[in-house]
């Protein structure tokens, strides 16, 4: 199956900028979601579509799409954002499942 | 649409895990469902989805192990993964998924692999 490529981990300054990004060649033709994961949860789905947010997601949440790879953006970081990111999108072409990314562990400071 | 898991915990290995998840509060009718897991520690690994119609597409990584069906009169559908090992430890949760993505999950059941 195909793969999809996020660093282990990043961290941000409270109410700073972060981008976390998300590489796979099927990202070419299909778009990515994705996922917040706090210690002990469920994930939630947090953008989808490229850059759609479901009902009661924040705005400063957005994503974005080019070429190969896949960006979620939070703008102005906040305590509760800390938490696990895993991108998704459609394996292999023609396959029509599904692969997760490795996963970004994000640090609010 | 709430989602449950349901399901043994400890399994000894070559056993067949048999998985439950209850959807609450809406229809099945026109939604893909799918099974997830997370092993301690890891990452998810996506294991296949069912629609409501009974069509199914699986990881072909668990392929010739995995099963999904549905009984959406029960408002249902479970998994079963044959000859568990203890590579198959992990927590599990159905979901619901549309174009926009997994929009819906359950809180997961946790299965543990051990003799």
């Known amino acids: 199956s195909s793969e999809l490529t996020q660093d282990p981990a990043v961290s941000v300054a409270l109410g700073q900028t972060v981008k976390i990004t998300c590489q796979g060649v099927?990202?070419?033709?299909?778009?990515a979601s994705w996922y917040q994961q706090k210690p002990g949860q469920a994930p939630t789905l947090v953008i989808y579509?490229?850059?759609n947010r479901p009902s009661g997601i924040p705005d400063r949440f957005s994503g974005s799409n080019s070429g190969n790879t896949a960006s979620l953006t939070i703008s102005g970081a906040q305590a509760e954002d800390e938490a696990d990111y895993y991108c998704?999108?459609?394996?292999?072409?023609?396959?029509?499942?599904?692969?997760f990314g490795s996963g970004t562990k994000v640090t609010v400071l | 649409v709430q989602l449950q898991e349901s399901g043994p915990g400890l399994l000894k290995p070559s056993e067949t895990l048999s998985l439950t998840c209850t959807v609450s509060?809406?229809?099945?009718?026109?939604?893909?469902w799918s099974w997830i897991r997370q092993p301690p520690g890891k990452g998810l690994e996506w294991i296949g989805y069912?629609?409501?119609?009974?069509?199914?597409n699986y990881n072909p990584s668990l392929n010739s192990r995995v099963t999904i069906f549905i009984d959406t009169s029960k408002n249902q559908f479970f998994l079963n993964v044959t000859s568990v090992t203890a590579a198959d430890a992990a927590l599990y949760y159905c979901?619901?998924?549309?174009?926009?993505?997994?929009?819906?999950w359950g809180q997961g059941t946790l299965v543990a692999v051990s003799s």
């Open positions: 579509g490229h850059n």
């Open positions: 979901a619901r998924h549309t174009s926009s993505g997994f929009d819906t």
């Open positions: 509060d809406d229809s099945m009718t026109n939604y893909y």
């Open positions: 998704c999108s459609r394996d292999k072409a023609g396959n029509h499942g599904y692969v």
């Open positions: 099927t990202l070419r033709s299909y778009s």
């Open positions: 069912i629609y409501y119609t009974g069509s199914t």
